[in-house]
């Protein structure tokens, strides 16, 4: 089905300059950029978008990674694209990362993991809106 997916490329592959090798990722798989910017999110933001995770050990280096530098973050439209975008970043971690994915080729650790997808539909859709007015997708 034709989906949409959130997607943010995290402050350490924006330190890699290597926006570029991750968007053709995308647009050879089929996924295209509906909406993007670039931005240094505040301590609020980043809080806010990692909600769900506020009580896991992890959650403050989370934010602190977060808010270490600019992000880019991207809206992207394709079929299955929640699913499709997952299968291009790899694990979480990228010491179980497959080759040739994100994370394999661009990510260090489990925090500085080069970049985000939206888990679900639900997700897909709540994490679009916290980034995205609907005036700023493009439907195309
Ligand atoms: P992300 O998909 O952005 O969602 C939450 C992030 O928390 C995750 O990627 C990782 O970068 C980070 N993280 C750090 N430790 C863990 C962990 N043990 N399990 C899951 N995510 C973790």
């Known amino acids: 089905a034709l989906e949409r997916t959130l997607s943010i490329i995290k402050p350490d592959a924006v330190a890699k300059n290597v926006i570029g090798e991750i968007y053709t990722r995308f647009e050879k798989a089929g996924l295209k950029i509906v909406a993007a910017k670039m931005k240094q999110l505040t ?5 806010g978008f990692y909600a769900v995770h506020r009580e896991r050990p992890f959650f403050g280096a ?26 291009l970043m790899g694990a979480t971690n990228p010491k ?27 997700t897909a ?3 679009i809106a916290y980034f995205f007015t609907e005036a700023e997708l493009a439907s195309r």
């Open 62 to 87: 989370l934010v602190e990674f977060m808010i270490s530098g600019p992000v880019m973050i991207q809206a992207l439209e394709g079929d299955d694209a929640i699913a499709r975008n997952r299968e």
């Open 43 to 47: 301590r609020e933001e980043a809080e």
């Open 96 to 122: 179980d990362a497959a080759p040739g994915t994100i994370r394999a080729d661009f990510a260090d650790s489990i925090d500085a993991n080069a970049v985000h997808g939206s888990d679900g539909p639900e």
């Open 125 to 127: 859709k709540n994490e």
